[in-house]
T-cell receptor
Framework: DAGVTQSPTHLIKTRGQQVTLRCSPK?????VSWYQQALGQGPQFIFQ???????QRGNFPDRFSGHQFPNYSSELNVNALLLGDSALYLC???????????FGSGTQLSVL | SQQGEEDPQALSIQEGENATMNCSYK?????LQWYRQNSGRGLVHLIL?????REKHSGRLRVTLDTSKKSSSLLITASRAADTASYFC????????????FGKGITLSVRP
């Protein structure tokens, strides 16, 4: 049973570029949440997708957008990258109504 | 913003000793969860306690919750070198604010 998988594992971009990160949820899960974790900090909630719609959103600008596909996989898009967007981006999946999150290993994004 | 605040920020103990970590939060919650993270990778769920519960056990883990003080503690008994990791408390808010919000984490080092 595959867990949550994220790709790529590492990514280097320059300021102003756009990036797309991908996540496949754990088998049987229908809800995907995205978190940003800066070095030495806790994960910060970006948004959550369920039934292909954004259900909740954290305090992140519109440069951060996402999508969920019919197979429950999800993408996180970040436009006009800033140096401060450098972080570990974590995807977590769950079954709607379940409180427990299952995390992927993350994508380490470096913006130069 | 991060809801939970863990205390201490760092903890170093000898193998075999007990480790106690504390978490305080600010608003009403449905539940409080503890997660573990090794080397900045994905988080792993450890234990969940609901707002109407006061204490739960899972293996060497014991978590308590005091909703009147808005605080929780995680006790790891008979620690092992393999317990070395970062530990985060996360709170699930109520109503429309039901997202999981993480604290900044505690770095636990267990010396062999």
């Amino acid at each position: 049973d595959a867990g949550v998988t994220q790709s790529p594992t590492h990514l280097i971009k320059t300021r102003g570029q756009q990036v797309t990160l991908r996540c496949s949820p754990k088998s049987g899960h229908d809800t995907v949440s995205w978190y940003q974790q800066a070095l030495g900090q806790g994960p910060q909630f970006i948004f959550q997708y369920y039934e292909e719609e954004e259900r909740q959103r954290g305090n992140f600008p519109d440069r951060f957008s996402g999508h969920q596909f019919p197979n429950y996989s999800s993408e996180l898009n970040v436009n006009a990258l800033l140096l401060g967007d450098s972080a570990l981006y974590l995807c977590a999946s769950s079954l709607q109504g379940s409180e427990k999150l299952f995390f992927g290993s993350g994508t380490q994004l470096s913006v130069l | 913003s991060q809801q939970g605040e863990e205390d201490p920020q760092a903890l170093s103990i000898q193998e075999g000793e007990n480790a106690t970590m504390n978490c305080s939060y600010k608003t009403s919650i449905n539940n409080l969860q503890w997660y573990r993270q090794n080397s900045g990778r994905g988080l792993v769920h450890l234990i969940l306690i609901r707002s109407n519960e006061r204490e739960k056990h899972s293996g060497r883990l014991r978590v308590t919750l005091d909703t009147s003080k808005k605080s929780s503690s995680l006790l790891i008994t008979a620690s092992r070198a393999a317990d070395t990791a970062s530990y985060f408390c996360a709170t699930e808010g109520t109503g429309a604010n039901s997202k999981l919000t993480f604290g900044k984490g505690i770095t636990l080092s267990v010396r062999p």
